[in-house]
């Protein structure tokens, strides 16, 4: 169990701090007047002591979509201060309302170091018609918490052969583990994974996480960037701001996060991620500018800048999981271009595709759980301005405007081939506003499998 354990209660325990969700214009009858005076507008809180203790009233407004009652339910945790136990008072909410407060809870509670919130008491009419959705809910909160645990450690523990460690022990939960080391990327011929990490002492991984699911049909594939430190390679990067490409992993964190989140559950669908780990560095054997790379799919890369280095790590990632798994679908995550948090800043991710319908899904599960989206282009010109005179493509366009989203996108596209898919970038979006991982990325990927490939007659 990673953060705060969550109980469900029918009534709550005297002398715990009750978060109590007021809506505007509307006062709940066992308030014994502490809401006089208190409209319930959104964000509006009132600290109040009583003969059964701590009460926080918290203004929800008018809550309308799942993604608002996790605001509030967040808004507690705020509230509570430095309280080691949290009631949260759903009495009165639809199980579904009552769900959302406590995940928006449960994430809020979780930090790097060891949070004060250790427990969240869930109070309820009914315990026994919240405990089944809860229980799937608690599955996705799980999937983020571990995706934000792997993105926080920092690049000397967490290095390549250390994440493969921590992926290996999802076994636990039924979920197939096979970690492809140099040699075996080598007799492969996994070039562009091999060129990114070479430079450093601890060689490259491909992670291939398995979870079969019941249905007899091809499963859904998560390719996430799993660059465990990004010095830019021999392209080095500024000083300033390096400290954080420690969470240059966040992509293959956050499929590690929503498989988990699959077995958690125990979905029927049949899923798998494919994760390229390496560590961007300079060293004896570090791949250069101008170098060529023969790729796993036996295309051949100009390379333009090494610290475009995800493009490539991905590059062999995508062609491994489309041509040993044939997946229906194949979505990934990287924490790609500075272009994209230049365009979308930490508000939205990049989501690019050569299929719509993929596409449209994806954003849908995203709304879902607060994880949103926003379309980018790959136009012909992105594609053409990848033309090599030395080899099939340039990773990435030459020029001072580099790297850039779309012609990345346009990069990983080539090696998507004909399989339906989506590449989200997620540079602007894998941090906080206080530099904390968020998860993004692990519900958004569990939710679009729950809502789309998890229904038999649609196969």
């Known amino acids: ?25 509307s006062a709940p009858g066992n308030l014994a007047g502490l809401t006089a005076g208190f409209s319930g507008a959104a964000g509006e809180v009132r600290d109040a002591a009583t003969a059964d203790g701590r009460r926080l009233l918290l203004g929800a407004g008018r809550p309308r979509l799942g993604t608002d009652w996790e605001a509030l339910g967040a808004s507690a945790v705020r509230a509570a201060g430095p309280a080691k136990r949290l009631g949260l008072d759903a009495r009165g909410l639809p199980p579904d309302a009552a769900v959302a407060l406590a995940t928006g809870a449960a994430l809020a509670a979780w930090h790097p170091h060891e949070a004060p919130l250790r427990r969240l008491d869930l109070v309820v009419d009914q315990p026994a018609a919240v405990q089944v959705p809860w229980a799937r809910a608690e599955a996705a909160v799980q999937g983020a918490l571990f995706t934000r645990e792997l993105t926080a450690l920092p690049g000397n523990v967490l290095h390549p052969s250390a994440f493969a460690a921590r992926l290996e022990a999802l076994a636990e939960h039924g979920i197939g583990v096979d970690v492809l080391s140099r040699k075996r990327l080598q007799r492969m011929g996994a070039g562009a994974l091999l060129a990114v990490g070479a430079g450093a002492k601890h060689g490259p991984r491909l992670a291939v996480l398995r979870w079969r ?3 007899a049909v091809p499963p859904v594939a998560f390719v996430g960037k799993g660059i465990t430190f990004d010095t830019g390679g021999i392209s080095i990067k500024p000083a300033e701001g390096m400290e954080r490409m420690t969470s240059d992993m966040a992509g293959a964190a956050a499929c590690a996060g929503a498989m988990l989140a699959m077995a958690l559950r125990n979905s029927p669908a049949p899923a798998v991620a494919v994760l390229a780990i390496a560590e961007n560095t300079t060293g004896a054997g570090s791949y250069r500018p101008g170098d060529v790379l023969a790729t796993l799919s036996g295309r051949t890369v100009e390379v333009v800048d090494t610290d475009a280095e995800g493009r490539l790590v991905l590059a062999d990632a995508l062609h491994y999981a489309a041509s040993r798994f044939k997946p229906q679908a194949m979505l990934d995550l990287a924490t790609l271009t500075g272009a994209m948090v230049t ?24 709304d879902q759980v607060g994880e949103a989206l926003w379309p980018m282009p790959i136009g012909a010109r992105h594609r053409a301005d990848l033309d090599s005179q030395i080899a099939d493509l340039k990773q990435c366009c030459s020029g001072p405007l580099l790297p850039d989203a779309s012609h990345a996108a346009a990069f990983l596209r080539e090696f998507a081939g004909d399989t339906p898919w989506v590449h989200l970038d997620i540079a602007g979006v894998r941090l906080d506003d206080k530099g904390l991982p ?9 939710r679009l499998v729950e809502l789309y490939f998890e229904h038999p007659d649609r196969h």
């Open 1 to 25: 169990m990673i953060g705060a354990e969550v109980r469900l209660r029918a009534a709550p325990k005297p002398g715990v701090p009750l978060a109590v969700p007021v809506p505007a214009g």
């Open 213 to 215: 699911g019941q249905f």
């Open 343 to 366: 365009a979308l800043g930490g508000h939205r991710a990049g989501i690019f595709t050569n299929n719509a319908a993929l596409q449209a899904q994806a954003a849908a599960a995203g």
């Open 438 to 446: 968020t998860g993004f990325g692990a519900r958004l990927l569990d």
